[in-house]
Each structure stands twice: as structure tokens, then as C-alpha cells.
């Protein structure tokens, strides 16, 4: 069955660097094209990274831009995510996710990682 | 960035019932729409893309409809699962985005 399994969140201060990691089973990983979406406590959820297949398209939104860098090793079946700069605002729980294939909805996701950004 | 505003926030329904959720976009998505259920503490889970496709192994009591700007999810004969929050997407353009969540309660 499919399986994404997230690591690497926990508590880093403010400007401080994570890097998640994302590591897929049950299924061809380097057929689909995976994305990062977060949830700040209490809040929605924001998409906020997406690859493709072989990693050539990668997006990110607008809050992340130029902070974030996502990327995957289809030998390993991972997917990771660098963040730098990080601030408080990028508290949340972080997601992995599969792309749905037929459409850009998300049809497997992990169980998500805590980042916390706080002094 | 197109927005997705979700009516109501929050619906008070007995189990058993039947409700209707609402979803609208800022612009038009075509049927560019999903639909996720989000159980407390848990990761989403894709009910509908396509705006009216169920995703598999989602039961016929969901049904989804719309295109264009407006969209609604139906949900019949509510079960004990089904409390919990509700959130469209739309991935006609990048950023793909959600809208605010319909918490769905038991009344």
C-alpha cells in the first residue's frame, strides 16, 4: 500500500535551517509528481512546493520563494525539502504528498511533520 | 492567486442527515476542484477531484458538483466519520490553493 512516511521537523530559531524528508513505498515513485503542503496550528492549508516526475518543473509559492528548495531522489524514493531563512510565521505541520496523476489533487499524503520557528 | 471562500464556516447537522457544503473561486477554475476531509489530528484525505469524481474508495454518500466559480459537496446520510473539516482546491493555476475549511459538527 502506499506509504509517506515525513522527517525532520522540530524546533529551530528564527533564520535557522531544516531539512525535511519524505521517503515513499507501495508505489512507482518516479512516476508521480510530489508536492510539500503545510498547516499552521488552527489554521488551512497551503500548498506550498511541487515537482515533477523527474524533478525538471518545480513551483513554490510566494511565502517560501527563494527559501525553500524541494527536491527528490527517484533512486532513494524520497522527496525532501531544504528551508532556510525560516521564520515564525513557517510554523507548521509539514506534508508530504502524491499527486493524484489524472489531477493535481493530493491522493496520499504522510502524516505530516512539526516545524516550530521560535527563540 | 485565486481564492477559494467556503460557506458556511461551520454546520451543526444530526447524524443521519444531509448537507450541502459550498465552495466559490475568485476566478474561474473550470472543474479544476478537489474536495478533502480533515479528521483532528490527522492528514486530509481526497474525497472528490475533477469536482465530481470520487476518489477511490470514497462511498456514494459524497457527490460533488460544480464548475466554473461555484461548486458544492454534498454529503447524504451523515456518519460519525463525516464530523469533521472540509476543504475545496483548486489546481487550475499555480498556486494551487484551499479554501478556509467547513467544520462540519454534530448539532
Known amino acids: 500500500q502506499v506509504q509517506l512516511v515525513e522527517s525532520g521537523g522540530g524546533l529551530v530559531k528564527p533564520g535557522g535551517s531544516l531539512r525535511l524528508s519524505c521517503a515513499a513505498s507501495?508505489?512507482?515513485?518516479?512516476?508521480?509528481?510530489m508536492s510539500w503542503i503545510r498547516q499552521a496550528p488552527g489554521k488551512g492549508l497551503e500548498w506550498i512546493s511541487y515537482i515533477s516526475s523527474s524533478g525538471s518543473t518545480i513551483y513554490y509559492a510566494d511565502s517560501v520563494k527563494g527559501r525553500f528548495t524541494i527536491s527528490r531522489d527517484n533512486a532513494k524514493n524520497s522527496l525532501y525539502l531544504q528551508m532556510n531563512s525560516l521564520r515564525a510565521e513557517d510554523t507548521a505541520v509539514y506534508y508530504c504528498a502524491r499527486d493524484a496523476g489524472s489531477s493535481s489533487s493530493a491522493d496520499y499524503w504522510g502524516q505530516g511533520t512539526l516545524v516550530t520557528v521560535s527563540s | 492567486e485565486i481564492v477559494m471562500t467556503q460557506s458556511p464556516a461551520t454546520l451543526s447537522v444530526s447524524p443521519g442527515g444531509r448537507v450541502t457544503l459550498s465552495c466559490r473561486a475568485s476566478q474561474g477554475v473550470s472543474n479544476s476542484l478537489a474536495w478533502y476531509r480533515q479528521k483532528p489530528g490527522q492528514a486530509p484525505r481526497l474525497l472528490i477531484y475533477g469536482a465530481s469524481t470520487r476518489a477511490t474508495g470514497i462511498p456514494a454518500r459524497f457527490s460533488g458538483s460544480g464548475s466554473g466559480t461555484e461548486f458544492t459537496l454534498t454529503i447524504g446520510s451523515l456518519q460519525s466519520e463525516d464530523f469533521a473539516v472540509y476543504s475545496c482546491q483548486q489546481y487550475n493555476n499555480w498556486p494551487f490553493t484551499f479554501g478556509q475549511g467547513t467544520n462540519l459538527e454534530i448539532k
Open positions: 507501495g508505489f512507482t515513485f518516479s512516476d508521480f509528481y
